[in-house]
């Protein structure tokens, strides 16, 4: 895998935006507000630059299709979605509310205080399931070793048999020379 200068793993769009940024920080002296590099003093373009070089650097780079980056050997990427609700709900902050008798305010300031105080965190995988991506590539070694060998085996066959057929005619023509010569 290309070292990164940006980034500390490796997946393929960090790779892509990792080129993309040193091609743009290279030609440019400069990155768009988004590409990293702020850490290091890099700073982001203006508009001026951006429309005379950032852009067209950009374009040119995805156009020519200068970041060569594989795909990593392996990744695990976990995707974390949010999700959240009004809690505790007013049934459930009623029945809090009924088993706690320290709080003293009105029933809807102890539920606002119930909702100010209270969370409940879920943390949980989406799916139990699993992609295994494996890239093989088409043409191995062994088929092209065994393509050439058919083809030279064809080839050499071929003309062997080739070799036989002349072999076979001269044989004939001096059997019949041979042969009418002696009559």
Same mark, same amino acid.
């Given at each position: 895998? $290309?070292?990164?200068?940006?980034? &500390?793993?490796? =997946?393929?769009?960090?790779? !892509?935006?990792?080129?993309?940024?040193?091609?743009?920080?290279?030609?440019?002296?400069?990155?768009?507000?988004?590409? $990293? *590099?702020? #850490?290091?003093?890099? $700073?982001?373009?203006?508009?001026?630059?951006?429309?005379?070089?950032?852009? +067209?650097?950009?374009?040119? !780079?995805? #156009?020519?299709?200068?970041?060569?980056? +594989?795909?990593?050997?392996?990744?695990?990427? !976990?995707?974390?979605?949010?999700?959240?609700?009004?809690? +505790?709900?007013?049934?459930?902050?009623?029945?809090?509310?009924?088993?706690?008798?320290?709080?003293?305010?009105?029933?809807?300031?102890?539920?606002?205080?119930?909702? &100010?105080?209270?969370?409940?965190?879920?943390?949980?995988?989406?799916?139990?399931?699993?992609? #295994?991506?494996?890239?093989?590539?088409?043409? #191995?070694?062994? =088929?092209?070793?065994?393509?050439? *060998?058919?083809?030279?085996?064809?080839?050499? *066959?071929?003309?062997?048999?080739?070799?036989?057929?002349?072999?076979?005619?001269?044989?004939?023509?001096?059997?019949?020379?041979?042969?009418?010569?002696?009559?």
């Amino acid at each position: 895998m $290309p070292k990164l200068r940006f980034f &500390d793993t490796y =997946s393929k769009s960090k790779c !892509f935006l990792d080129k993309l940024t040193r091609y743009v920080v290279k030609l440019c002296k400069c990155r768009d507000w988004f590409m $990293p *590099g702020g #850490d290091q003093g890099i $700073p982001v373009c203006d508009y001026q630059t951006s429309d005379a070089c950032m852009w +067209p650097a950009w374009e040119y !780079f995805q #156009d020519n299709k200068l970041d060569k980056c +594989p795909v990593a050997c392996e990744s695990v990427e !976990f995707s974390a979605q949010l999700s959240y609700a009004r809690y +505790p709900a007013n049934t459930f902050a009623d029945q809090l509310l009924s088993k706690n008798r320290n709080l003293t305010g009105t029933v809807q300031e102890n539920r606002q205080y119930l909702r &100010d105080n209270l969370l409940e965190l879920k943390i949980y995988y989406e799916s139990l399931t699993f992609a #295994d991506v494996r890239q093989v590539p088409s043409y #191995d070694l062994y =088929s092209l070793l065994g393509d050439v *060998g058919g083809q030279i085996g064809l080839f050499l *066959g071929a003309s062997l048999l080739t070799l036989v057929e002349y072999l076979d005619l001269c044989a004939m023509v001096l059997f019949t020379k041979y042969k009418y010569r002696n009559k």
